[in-house]
Structures are given as C-alpha cells and as structure tokens.
C-alpha cells in the first residue's frame, strides 16, 4: 500500500503546477524540458518512497522523508524563478510604492526604526538573513522536543503557504523596490545589509515579489510550531517575533512592497486555516 505524507503530495501538486507553466509560457525550450523531465523525476521519487514506507521495513528511509523536503523547498523558489519573462510594465510596482511612502514617511516608520541609529536597521537585517534557516529550525524543534510525528502536519503549513506563494509569482510580474527605485527610501547601510543585497542579488529570481515569500515561510513556520506544539511555548513564539522582524524588515529595506508582505502574511494564514481541516482526515 502506497502511503504519502502530505508534503509530498503539496510538493507534487505544485510540480504538477509549475510543468503546467513551462508547458504554456513562452520561456528557452531547454528550461521547459529540464523542468518537465526533473518534475515528473521527483513525482516518481515520491512514489517510490510512498512504497517504501516503516510498515515494510524502511525505517531509515522514514526519517530521510522528514529531511528531504527541505532541499525541495529551495528547488521549488529557483524553478519559478526559471518562469521569468521580460517585464513590460512598472504598474504593480508605482501602485505598491504610493502604500510604502504612506508607511514609511507619513506615519514614521523609517524614523521609528531609525531612533536607535544602526541598532534596529542591524538587527531587522540580521532577522532577514535568518529566514533562511527556519524551515530546518522547525524540523530541529519538533525532533528536539520528540514530536516527529507532528512534523508532517508542520510541513502541511509551512508548505502550503510557502509553495502557492511561488505558484502565484507568474501571475504577478513584479521586480523589488530597490531594484525598480534604486535611489529612492533607501534605508540605512551596513555590513549586514552588504551580504543581505549580495545573497538577493546573487540567488534571487526575477519573476515576482508578491506576495512575499519570506513573509509566507516565516509566518506560516511560527503558525505551524505554535498550532501543533502548544505544551512548548516558546519556539512558536521565538519563530513569531522573528518573523515579524523579518516583515519589517522586507519593507524597511526595500526588500519588498509593503503590499507583498501583508499578502505573505495573508497566505500562512489562509494555510493555517486550510490545513486544519486536513489534519482532521
């Protein structure tokens, strides 16, 4: 009997998804290929480990599914960064910006986070570079405290506000604030901010910013920690607070609209809400 975890079956939908958009969108025939042929590779991956499962004896291979989804996640923000096209209008980006100046002069936030001099732009960009690693600090809190099983229902958030995050970037061409205003709201300069705007600038895709992913995949882990690991507290809490650093930090340092990042925080909350449902069945 095939047994999937519901992280296999999110990533498969959105393989699914994604050949779907290289089959139909005018991108170089080679990336439609690699995308169809690696898409369906990891499809049939899953399947193979649904077989596989600790009920015939594969106990090792049980705990390589709680690991492995982890590369994927970074596999699936390159692969719709494989989807950018040329972008022909600035309209979402001179939309989006009007909200920022309203948030970040009118009503202080640039002067908030500022009041301290470097010590709150530093610590916003050093929760920034922190997002990287959340998703491998959800794994390690529920192995931590001896909850593995609740892993896969941990996954089932933070993938499903993570992956059709990715799933929604094609629909909305869009490229980051300090790319489309490069001399404008800029915030304060720092080391951090160096090696932020070097890993963005070197690992990051030009297909979308909205909504957020770093909004989504932050907010959607502390969600997911809080929801199902309510004995411990403070890890959910940790993940909140880092991730609300994270939202400001977006927007202070034009890492992204103010509108991306209300819409990543909109989807971990619409997967919290969703998945509850499935963890049910």
Same mark, same amino acid.
């Given at each position: 009997?095939?047994?999937?975890?519901?992280?296999?079956?999110?990533?498969?939908?959105?393989?699914?998804?994604?050949?779907?958009?290289?089959?139909?969108?005018?991108?170089?025939?080679?990336?439609?290929?690699?995308?169809?042929?690696?898409?369906?590779?990891?499809?049939?991956?899953?399947?193979?480990?649904?077989?596989?499962?600790?009920?015939?004896?594969?106990?090792?291979?049980?705990?390589?599914?709680?690991?492995?989804?982890?590369?994927?996640?970074?596999?699936?923000?390159?692969?719709?960064?494989?989807?950018?096209?040329?972008?022909?209008?600035?309209?979402?980006?001179?939309?989006?910006?009007?909200?920022?100046?309203?948030?970040?002069?009118?009503?202080?936030?640039?002067? &908030? @986070?500022?009041? !301290?001099? *470097?010590?709150? =732009?530093?610590?916003?960009?050093?929760?920034?570079? +922190?997002?990287?690693? $959340?998703?491998?600090?959800?794994?390690?809190?529920?192995?931590?405290?001896?909850?593995?099983?609740?892993?896969?229902?941990?996954?089932?958030?933070?993938?499903?506000?993570?992956?059709?995050?990715?799933?929604?970037?094609?629909?909305?061409?869009?490229?980051?604030?300090?790319?489309?205003?490069?001399?404008?709201?800029?915030?304060?300069?720092?080391?951090?901010?160096?090696?932020?705007?070097?890993?963005?600038?070197?690992?990051?895709?030009?297909?979308?910013?909205?909504?957020?992913?770093?909004?989504?995949?932050?907010?959607?882990?502390?969600? &997911? @920690?809080?929801? !199902?690991? *309510?004995?411990? =507290?403070?890890?959910?809490?940790?993940?909140?607070? +880092?991730?609300?650093? $994270?939202?400001?930090?977006?927007?202070?340092?034009?890492?992204?609209?103010?509108?991306?990042?209300?819409?990543?925080?909109?989807?971990?909350?619409?997967?919290?809400?969703?998945?509850?449902?499935?963890?049910?069945?």
């Amino acid at each position: 009997m095939l047994r999937f975890r519901r992280s296999e079956l999110f990533f498969s939908a959105y393989f699914i998804y994604m050949i779907g958009v290289a089959w139909f969108r005018p991108i170089a025939p080679e990336i439609r290929t690699l995308v169809v042929t690696l898409n369906l590779s990891l499809i049939l991956w899953f399947f193979l480990f649904a077989w596989a499962n600790k009920q015939r004896g594969f106990v090792m291979l049980d705990h390589v599914r709680d690991f492995y989804p982890l590369p994927l996640i970074l596999l699936a923000f390159r692969e719709v960064g494989w989807m950018a096209l040329p972008h022909t209008s600035r309209a979402f980006e001179l939309y989006w910006v009007k909200w920022d100046r309203v948030l970040l002069g009118d009503w202080g936030l640039r002067r &908030a @986070v500022e009041s !301290l001099g *470097p010590v709150i =732009p530093n610590i916003l960009e050093f929760s920034y570079l +922190l997002v990287y690693g $959340i998703p491998v600090y959800l794994v390690a809190v529920f192995y931590h405290h001896r909850k593995r099983e609740r892993l896969d229902d941990a996954y089932s958030i933070l993938l499903f506000g993570t992956l059709t995050t990715y799933a929604l970037y094609p629909l909305f061409p869009s490229e980051p604030p300090r790319s489309v205003f490069p001399t404008a709201d800029l915030p304060m300069m720092s080391s951090l901010r160096l090696l932020n705007l070097w890993i963005v600038g070197g690992y990051g895709i030009h297909t979308s910013v909205f909504p957020s992913g770093h909004s989504a995949a932050a907010f959607s882990a502390a969600f &997911a @920690v809080m929801k !199902l690991l *309510p004995e411990k =507290p403070w890890p959910g809490r940790i993940l909140l607070i +880092l991730a609300t650093l $994270i939202a400001v930090a977006t927007v202070y340092g034009r890492y992204h609209f103010a509108a991306d990042t209300v819409a990543g925080l909109f989807m971990a909350l619409l997967a919290l809400t969703v998945t509850a449902g499935w963890r049910r069945l």
